[in-house]
């Protein structure tokens, strides 16, 4: 599978190359490397964030290269969780607006009693109670923006999970308890977990680890 960077004229053709990448359904994966080298790449391809220029990615049993962009979109959003290292709040929706806003994007008007229910138990989770879910990103810190972040990427109980840098702005405490939600979340729901860290401290627990260098290769890097 190959990835080109978009390119303004006299840049050097930079892509990436992933001759073979495979995840077991359920499996529970670290995704470790330096800054720079290439993870929220490869899980925004895995997520069908960015298009293949050739080869193909399987997800879930589907292949997402073949898929037209409107129903590549509404199969991430019900199948794939995915927590951005940006956070990508709405910033004039509250923490509770966010957290359900997958479901809305869904097109669940109605939404359900047992949402609702999963909504409150992740907030208790995540230390995202009481008045916090009614503000805003902008009265929220970093942290408890990633906290949002993280159960905005749980709240479908997606088959896959794919977390980029989900504990890089939370306490040595916090991000032990957040990288063990995850891990549990996941497990429950037999769901797919790829967090992508260059943090060794929590890689643990995770049932693998892969280096970003032995999973793809720069071709024509500037």
């Given at each position: 599978?190959?990835?080109?960077?978009?390119?303004?004229?006299?840049?050097?053709?930079?892509?990436?190359?992933?001759?073979?990448?495979?995840?077991?359904?359920?499996?529970c994966?670290?995704?470790?490397?330096?800054?720079?080298?290439?993870?929220?790449?490869?899980?925004?391809l895995?997520?069908?964030?960015?298009g293949?220029?050739?080869g193909?990615?399987?997800?879930?049993?589907?292949s997402?290269?073949s898929?037209?962009?409107p129903?590549?979109?509404?199969?991430?959003?019900?199948n794939?969780?995915?927590?951005?290292?940006?956070?990508?709040?709405?910033?004039?929706?509250?923490?509770?607006?966010?957290?359900?806003?997958?479901?809305?994007?869904?097109h669940?008007?109605r939404?359900?009693?047992?949402?609702?229910?999963?909504?409150?138990?992740?907030?208790?989770?995540?230390?995202?109670?009481?008045?916090?879910?009614k503000?805003r990103?902008?009265?929220?810190?970093q942290?408890?923006?990633?906290?949002?972040?993280?159960?905005?990427?749980?709240?479908?109980?997606?088959?896959?999970?794919?977390a980029?840098?989900?504990?890089?702005?939370?306490?040595?405490?916090?991000?032990?308890?957040?990288?063990?939600?995850?891990?549990?979340?996941?497990?429950?729901?037999?769901?797919?977990?790829?967090?992508?860290?260059?943090?060794?401290?929590?890689?643990?627990?995770?049932?693998?680890?892969?280096?970003?260098s032995?999973?793809?290769?720069?071709?024509?890097?500037?």
């Amino acid at each position: 599978m190959h990835y080109s960077y978009p390119q303004t004229p006299g840049d050097h053709v930079s892509r990436v190359h992933v001759p073979r990448w495979s995840i077991a359904a359920g499996e529970c994966v670290a995704l470790i490397g330096a800054s720079g080298s290439g993870k929220t790449t490869l899980l925004q391809l895995a997520g069908g964030i960015l298009g293949v220029a050739d080869g193909s990615i399987q997800v879930a049993k589907q292949s997402l290269g073949s898929m037209p962009e409107p129903k590549r979109r509404r199969f991430r959003l019900a199948n794939i969780g995915f927590v951005f290292q940006s956070f990508e709040l709405l910033p004039h929706l509250t923490v509770d607006e966010n957290l359900l806003l997958p479901m809305r994007l869904l097109h669940q008007k109605r939404l359900s009693t047992e949402i609702h229910s999963r909504v409150d138990e992740l907030c208790d989770q995540l230390g995202l109670s009481g008045s916090i879910r009614k503000r805003r990103p902008e009265r929220l810190s970093q942290g408890e923006r990633q906290r949002v972040a993280i159960g905005r990427a749980l709240v479908t109980q997606p088959s896959v999970v794919l977390a980029d840098e989900p504990t890089g702005n939370l306490d040595p405490a916090l991000k032990r308890s957040v990288v063990e939600l995850l891990l549990e979340r996941c497990r429950e729901d037999h769901a797919t977990l790829v967090m992508a860290t260059h943090d060794l401290s929590c890689i643990d627990q995770f049932d693998s680890s892969h280096e970003t260098s032995t999973v793809l290769q720069w071709q024509g890097r500037f």
